[in-house]
């Protein structure tokens, strides 16, 4: 089949509309705890509206798209998105913004589902392996983005001068809540998403087997196994202790070292973003040279250095170390998942939905985080994450593939086995 560009280079701008919708709780939380005068558990119920969605959302998504196919899926995910921009926007405060997200997320959860057979057959099953991770460097592109633009409109939004466009957003915004008008710019973005959507012509995606998301019946099996519920667990895990540093280090740098967070505290979410793209670019070479699991020992064990080194430090040490945790779980997330679908003989797709709703670990791990915070300080608060990291680690122990990566080694003894045979 011929490769439809313009269908991947809209596969790319879902995948950086996603990440930039996701990862803007980290920066405002700061805000938002004061905007609302709430407490740490309070405003950890927010990430967990967002992230629950996934759980919520994730397998049955796959049902849909396989029912109505990508196209309307599609349509529906951003009009949720929209819906959640819009009302958070619109009518700014604690009650709104618990709905608002759970309707971001439901939408995000969706998306994600959806798209990665479209681009499979869109770039070419061939060029598949390259499009996702060129998927994961734009992903991470618009993450690295996020608390830059939460920057730049905080400093702009309801102060005198500005273009049309800052003019406009400052007439929408209440006073004193400059930072409310990042989700008037989500919900433009899902306009305009929406708008390129549906002009788009789709091309016919036929799933392979280990593609459909299959019947309760195949998820009900999935889960007798044990493989399968451990490494649901290291997902949960993965995305437990991503979301905790990058919704809480704003806060943390705020409350023990006196950094600002619409400045110090937003350009370190943003690099830790940045850092896990970095990350991702060394961890591929790396696969070609090592074994997957000693990998991820080796990153793993620079992620407890980094959390200590963060919680421990100095100023100065903790705001680089919280950045560099960024590029200690760069590997992590695409080892686990590679890992766990290759540990299992059949229904890939039902495995692959129950792992994304795996990602409601992002909303479990910020509230412990807050209600700990609450009761102990943050910085105990954030003691919780050694909790997850030491299960990763356990993980490069443990787990039996039935295919391992390809090293260059091990394709050598494949081709040197293969001349042998003959």
């Known amino acids: 089949m011929k490769r439809n560009y313009f269908m991947v280079a809209l596969v790319m701008a879902v995948f950086f509309a996603i990440s930039l919708l996701t990862n803007i709780l980290g920066p405002i939380i700061p805000e938002i705890i ?13 990430p967990f509206s967002f992230f629950i969605a996934y759980g919520v959302m994730s397998v049955p998504s796959g049902l849909l798209v396989e029912k109505y196919k990508e196209k309307p899926v599609m349509l529906g995910s951003f009009a949720l998105a929209f819906s959640g921009a819009l009302l958070f926007a619109a009518v700014p405060s604690y ?94 973005v899902c306009v305009a998403m929406t708008a390129v959507i549906a002009l788009s012509r789709f091309p016919a995606v036929e799933r392979k087997d280990d593609e459909k998301a299959g019947a309760w019946s195949a998820h009900a099996e999935l ?43 937003a350009a370190c979410v943003s690099w830790f973003w940045g850092l896990i793209t970095a990350g991702c ?35 100065p040490v903790s705001r680089l170390a919280f950045p560099l945790l960024g590029f200690a779980l760069s590997v992590m997330w695409s080892i686990i998942f590679s890992l766990a679908l290759n540990s299992v003989e059949k229904h890939h797709g039902a495995f692959s939905g129950i792992l994304c709703t795996a990602i409601m670990g992002g909303a479990v791990y910020p509230l412990l985080i807050g209600w700990a915070g609450d009761h102990f300080g943050l910085r105990a608060g954030l003691l919780l994450l050694y909790l997850p990291l030491a299960y990763i680690l356990g993980i490069g122990f443990w787990a039996r593939p039935r295919i391992l990566n390809e090293t260059f080694a091990r394709r050598r003894e494949k081709e040197a086995a293969a001349a042998e045979g003959k």
């Open 34 to 46: 004061r905007s609302f005068d709430l407490s740490l558990t309070l405003v950890a119920v927010l």
């Open 95 to 188: 009650v709104s913004a618990i709905p608002s997200l759970f309707l971001i997320g439901a939408g995000m959860a969706a998306l994600q589902v959806a798209i990665n057979p479209l681009l499979r057959v869109s770039g070419g099953e061939e060029h598949f392996a390259f499009n996702s991770v060129l998927g994961q460097l734009v992903f991470g592109g618009a993450s690295f983005l996020s608390p830059w633009i939460y920057s730049y409109l905080v400093g702009r939004v309801g102060k005198p001068g500005g273009g049309p466009a800052i003019k406009a957003l400052s007439a929408m915004t209440p006073p004193g809540l400059a930072w409310v008008s990042v989700y008037w710019v989500f919900a433009a």
């Open 223 to 265: 889960l007798r196994d044990r493989t399968v519920r451990l490494f649901f667990i290291s997902v949960f895990c993965y995305v437990g202790a991503e979301q905790g540093i990058a919704n809480w280090m704003s806060q943390f740098l705020s409350v023990y070292h006196g950094y600002d967070p619409q400045t110090t505290g």
């Open 281 to 315: 670019v060394l961890g591929m070479l790396l696969l070609k040279f090592v074994d997957s699991r000693k990998v991820l020992i080796a990153f793993t064990l620079s992620a407890f250095a980094c959390l200590t080194a963060a919680l421990a430090g100095s100023a």
